[in-house]
């Protein structure tokens, strides 16, 4: 995850990307201010705060696969990332540079991404979705299971109330599955590991 800082206008002006100057003063337009007149350095500033998530940090940190998911989570990200992960401040006489104040630039950053994103805020920390997530699996697999014994039971010829007889049966034979070959059951669980990635 990387927030970059950067000076926009000079970015423009350099690449000759001047499309930028009427989207910007049509903004501005819309909210009553006056354009920006690309020939005065000062008064045509044009800071960018960009907030980059790379793919595995996504998956792996926040549990983001799916653009369902990036839409549900994508502010709380972006709130972590300017609030917490990164902090933009004023240098001061102090050397402790922790207790520099934030840049105003940096209060506007925070304030405007609240603002804009807050429809795409669960407010739910990383470890909270990711133990959500462990326990839906959990209960998805016990799910599965009732099944199978239920299957197991009846192809056993056994009643309802003889289902713990499935169950022994069941646990009999992965017990003996993992004494016969030790070797495979490591390498699946190493498999299993490595694709349940919850965090």
Known sequence: MQVIVYDK?????????????????????????????PSDRTGSAVWRAEVRAGKSYLTRRWKI?????????LGDLVRHAVGAAVRYKMPSADSNRTRW???????????????????????????????????????????????????????????PDEIGHALSYIRDGVLEAAR??????????????ERLTFG
């Open 65 to 73: 696969r799916t653009w369902h998911d990036l839409e549900t989570r």
């Open 9 to 37: 206008r000079a970015e423009v002006i350099a690449k000759r990307k001047v499309h930028w100057w009427p989207i910007w003063n049509a903004t501005r337009a819309a909210s009553g201010q006056s354009h920006l007149d």
């Open 101 to 159: 104040p934030d840049d105003p630039f940096w209060r506007l950053v925070q304030s405007r991404l609240g603002e804009d994103l807050a429809g795409m805020q669960s407010g739910a920390e990383p470890e909270t979705v990711r133990e959500v997530i462990r326990e839906e699996y959990r209960r998805m697999l016990v799910r599965q299971s009732d099944g199978l014994a239920v299957s197991l039971a009846v192809s056993l010829g056994l009643e």
């Open 180 to 193: 016969d070959d030790p070797a495979r059951l490591e390498e699946r669980f190493a498999r299993t590991r």
